[in-house]
């Protein structure tokens, strides 16, 4: 494969060439791995920022209809739109986002979209590198918005945080005792917390669900990359399309101020920092995972086991083979 060649496609937005770089991220093959990292260094240089979101929200919030709707309301404005998804669990289901595209029929048929389920891995760390490759893809391939969703199950959205310029908590109406239910972590890294389902009868008890979050909101400690106001908690409808606008420009509100002030800048630099260092982690246990080395390994447990070396004799032993491997 003509990586220069790939790297050039995509920059012109071509959309298969997008989609065969996008398998290519994903794939574990050495050789691959190897293409990608070429393809990413060429692709640095092409100098687009989109506007990265991170979504997440508990499963049947309403993550794939809102995206169906917000995603169709931006390409209306003339934006082109990314979804890209982390779902460590889509080994097993699919992914979540192919397994719904009837929920996003309207935004998967639309030219200036384009939606990807979430790689096939069974690690979230794998799926989140992957991603982040993906994300960048699609940044360079032009696109104005990328959307990252993930079901909010935890430690994933850590991850989305890592690769995302803004955050959004996608929540559903509850009662009181529910508002517990978010986990301060996740509550402490959203930008933006949007209240689904304000509708029909369930109106009201969005609204006063909005009205606990932003309280619960102001509790927090204050972040040095928010503006006064933010973080935010709105109420939209996926469904009926309403609070959608709002919430854009609360968003595209925020994304300007923090470029204003530099937290933008300083947020992707952070992340090119802890992706570096994770690229290096993996890199060292995939060393790890290779035959001489699985084999050396064993051959040193078993002289530990009978007493012959001491536990950090060997150790050392190890790591000065896979300084030399
Ligand atoms: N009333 C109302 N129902 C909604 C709204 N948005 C989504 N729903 C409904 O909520 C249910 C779940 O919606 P999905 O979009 O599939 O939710 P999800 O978060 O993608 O769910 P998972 O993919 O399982 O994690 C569906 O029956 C939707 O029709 C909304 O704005 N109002
Ligand atoms: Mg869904």
Known sequence: MNIAELADKVIAGDRRALARAVTLVESSRADHREATAELMERLRGAGREAIRIGLSGTPGVGKSTFIESFGSMLTGQGLRVAVLAVDPSSARSGGSILGDKTRMEKLSRDPNAFIRPSPAQSQLGGVARRSREAVALCEAAG?????????????SETMVAEMTDLFVLLLAPAGGDELQGVKRGIMEMADLILVNKADGALKQTATRTCADYAGALRLLRKRPQDPEGFP????????EESGLDA????????VEWRREQGAFAATRAGQARFWFREEVRYGLLARLDAPEAKARMAELADQ???????PAAAAREMLESLRQG
């Open 247 to 254: 919430a854009w420009t609360a968003m595209s509100e925020l």
């Open 232 to 239: 935010k908690a709105m109420t939209v409808s996926a469904v």
């Open 143 to 155: 696109f104005d918005v990328v959307l990252v969703e993930t079901v909010g199950v935890g430690q």
């Open 304 to 310: 530990v086991a009978r007493g012959e070396a001491a």
